[in-house]
Nanobody
Framework: QVQLVESGGGLVQAGGSLRLSCVAS????????MGWYRQVPGKQRELVAG???????SYANSVKGRFTISRDNAKNTVYLQMNSLEPEDTATYYC?????????WGQGTQVTVSS
C-alpha cells in the first residue's frame, strides 16, 4: 500500500512563497509519474505540475515561471516550490503518484493566499 503525506501548506500574502513536500512510503523510483494537483470547492481537481520517472516536467500554464516541481529520490520526496503566489492559487493541494496504471493520492494540504 502506497502512502503519500503532504505538508508545507499555510497562509501567505500575495507575492510570497511556499514549498510543499510529498513524502512517499517506500522508494519513489517505482512511480512512473508524480504530480501536484489542486482543487477549490465546486471545481474539478486540476494538474498543477508533474514529473516523470525520467525527470521530465510539465506545468499548468497558470503557474509556469512561478512554480517548480522537483524530486529527491534519496528522501522519497517530491517538492513543489511556489513563488510569486497569487490569491488565485488558493486551493487544497494534493500529491499523486502513478505506477502500472494505479493512482495514489495524499490527503491534501491547504494553501491560502491573501491579497
Amino acid at each position: 500500500q502506497v502512502q503519500l503525506v503532504e505538508s508545507g501548506g499555510g497562509l501567505v500574502q500575495a507575492g510570497g512563497s511556499l514549498r510543499l513536500s510529498c513524502v512517499a512510503s517506500g522508494s519513489i523510483f517505482r512511480f512512473d509519474f508524480m504530480g501536484w494537483y489542486r482543487q477549490v470547492p465546486g471545481k474539478q481537481r486540476e494538474l498543477v505540475a508533474g514529473i516523470s520517472s525520467g525527470g521530465g516536467t510539465s506545468y499548468a500554464n497558470s503557474v509556469k515561471g512561478r512554480f517548480t516541481i522537483s524530486r529527491d529520490n534519496a528522501k522519497n520526496t517530491v517538492y513543489l516550490q511556489m513563488n510569486s503566489l497569487e490569491p488565485e492559487d488558493t486551493a487544497t493541494y494534493y500529491c499523486k503518484a502513478a505506477v502500472y496504471g494505479t493512482h495514489y493520492w495524499g490527503q491534501g494540504t491547504q494553501v491560502t493566499v491573501s491579497s
